[in-house]
């Protein structure tokens, strides 16, 4: 129990660290966010309104910095991240909401995806070592050094462009309106097949090298040859004893993947124009949108650290040795 007491601890004080962090950082970029917006929406916005929109948005010059950092403890507190600059008047919310769905569909399928079938076969490769699987290896390292961005763009030239069995962008398509409808989750689906399909081939080799890379070191223990000089089978040896220690240390790396789920693939989302939080980040950025990307930014670490939080859980149920006090 103490264990993870000081674990929570920990993230308690992290959490705190980086809404610091997230309210600082977009206020020391160039670039004035109300002018921008001004100058977006230029005849429909008058330049008269600049100090109401100054008020709106929290950004009045006679209220000092450390006033601002307080009111925005107090609405994330309240739930509240304000409104968003590049699409006024729509509370950050509702842009979040809007997003989160189609980068947790998409990227958490193909995480979940290419961690199976990377750590069974890297599982396979690292128990049959110096055989014909090997041979493996040097693709997997070559796809493990893939950027995710130069893969999508291979993928559209050959799959969307060269081909046409895919559209290159998109996340479904727009002449169908958003339901419960199997033409819609079809639509949905053949849209979504080219990017998640180029994030399991970038990330599935991660996987494959970590997996077996494990299982080379455990494979070597006493406790594996001994059930080996038991009698044991093969196969229950392989995943009964060897897999089951050999897994822990991916367990940790998927729960992180899963945090990181919600952040999404900032390039592939960009390449592909696929209407996820990764997207949504990138428009935030050029548009200088402070709460868009301090919503972003706090829903992407809040999602981290429970991921840390439940990585650390299931690591010590199932190593008790990480719980023994030092």
């Known amino acids: 129990m ?173 002449s169908l309106v958003p339901t419960f409808s199997w033409e819609f989750i079809g639509s949905v689906i053949y849209y979504g097949t080219l990017p998640a399909l180029t994030i399991v081939i970038s990330s599935i080799s991660g996987w494959i090298l970590g997996m077996r890379n494990m299982m080379v070191t455990v494979s070597s223990e006493d406790y594996v040859t001994v059930a080996q000089a038991k009698g044991v089978s093969e196969r229950t040896v392989l995943f009964g004893y060897a897999a089951r220690n050999a897994i822990l240390p991916q367990v940790s790396s998927f729960a992180l993947s899963l945090g990181f789920i919600v952040g999404g693939t900032l390039i592939m989302e960009i390449v592909f124009s696929y209407q996820g939080i990764g997207y949504y980040l990138f428009t935030a950025v050029a548009a200088k949108d402070y709460p868009l990307m301090q919503g972003i930014f706090l829903v992407i670490t809040v999602a981290v650290l429970f991921a840390n939080i439940v990585a650390d859980f299931v690591y010590g149920v199932l190593d008790p040795r990480t719980r023994q006090e030092g």
């Open 2 to 174: 103490r264990f993870f007491l000081r674990r929570l601890g920990f993230y308690v004080i992290t959490f705190w660290a980086a809404v610091t962090i997230n309210f600082f950082i977009p206020r020391i970029m160039p670039g004035d966010p109300v002018r921008a917006l001004i100058a977006k929406n230029q005849g429909r916005i008058s330049t008269d309104a600049e100090a109401a929109l100054r008020t709106l948005f929290g950004l009045e010059k006679e209220t000092t910095l450390w006033q601002q950092y307080l009111d925005y403890w107090g609405l994330i507190l309240r739930g509240d991240l304000g409104t968003s600059f590049a699409y006024f008047p729509t509370p950050v919310a509702d842009v979040i909401a809007g997003a989160i769905p189609w980068t947790i569909g998409l990227v958490g399928i193909a995480t979940i995806i290419s961690f199976t079938i990377g750590t069974v076969i890297g599982s396979g490769i690292g128990w049959r070592r110096g055989t014909w699987a090997d041979s493996l290896l040097p693709i997997s390292t070559f796809f493990s050094a893939v950027p995710y961005f130069w893969l999508a763009l291979i993928a559209i030239t050959i799959f969307s462009v060269t081909l046409g069995w895919f559209p290159a962008s998109g996340s479904y398509d727009r």
